[in-house]
C-alpha cells in the first residue's frame, strides 16, 4: 500500500517541479527533509546536502539559476516498503552558455508519513561540468 501511495506522492512532486510550481513541491517534502545532490560543489553549483525547506529552497534556486529545464520526466519508478527508486529523463539548458544537453538522473528516496524525508540525486556529473563550463 505504501509503495503505491509514495510513487503517486512522487509523480505528484515531480508534475508541480515539471510545471515550474516549486511552492507546490514543498507540500510533499517534510520540514526537517534531507536532499543531497551528488556532484563537486565547486563545480556544480547546486551539488550538496541541504537540510530542511530553506536550504532545499536554496537548491531549487541555486538549480533554477544555473539551468532552464527544457523536459523533465519519471520514466520508472521501482518501490519497496518506505524506499523510492526513480529514474528521470531531463534535457536542460545551461543559462550562462545556451549549451543544451540531457540526461537520465536517479533518485533514492526515503518516506515517513506519507512525506519525503530524504532524497538522494544522483546523475551524470561529468556531462553536467562539462556543460557548465563557458
Given at each position: 500500500m505504501n509503495e503505491q501511495k509514495n510513487t503517486k506522492i512522487m509523480q505528484q512532486a515531480y508534475d508541480a517541479f515539471s510545471?515550474?510550481?516549486?511552492?507546490?513541491?514543498?507540500?510533499?517534502?517534510?520540514?526537517?527533509?534531507?536532499?543531497?545532490?551528488?556532484g563537486p560543489s565547486g563545480v556544480i553549483p547546486w551539488a550538496g546536502t541541504y537540510n530542511g525547506h530553506e536550504q532545499i529552497g536554496q537548491f531549487f534556486t541555486r538549480l533554477g539559476e544555473?539551468?532552464?529545464f527544457q523536459l523533465f520526466s519519471a520514466q520508472e519508478f521501482i518501490a519497496q516498503g518506505d524506499k523510492l527508486a526513480v529514474v528521470l529523463h531531463g534535457r536542460y539548458k545551461v543559462r550562462s552558455n545556451?549549451?543544451?544537453?540531457?540526461?537520465?538522473?536517479?533518485?533514492?528516496?526515503?518516506f515517513r508519513d506519507g512525506k519525503i524525508?530524504?532524497?538522494?540525486?544522483?546523475?551524470?556529473?561529468?556531462?553536467?561540468a562539462a556543460m557548465l563550463a563557458a
Open positions: 510545471k515550474g510550481d516549486i511552492p507546490a513541491v514543498f507540500n510533499f517534502i517534510a520540514e526537517d527533509a534531507e536532499y543531497t545532490s551528488v544555473a539551468l532552464d545556451g549549451k543544451v544537453f540531457e540526461t537520465n538522473p536517479q533518485h533514492i528516496v526515503t524525508v530524504r532524497l538522494i540525486a544522483l546523475d551524470d556529473t561529468a556531462t553536467i
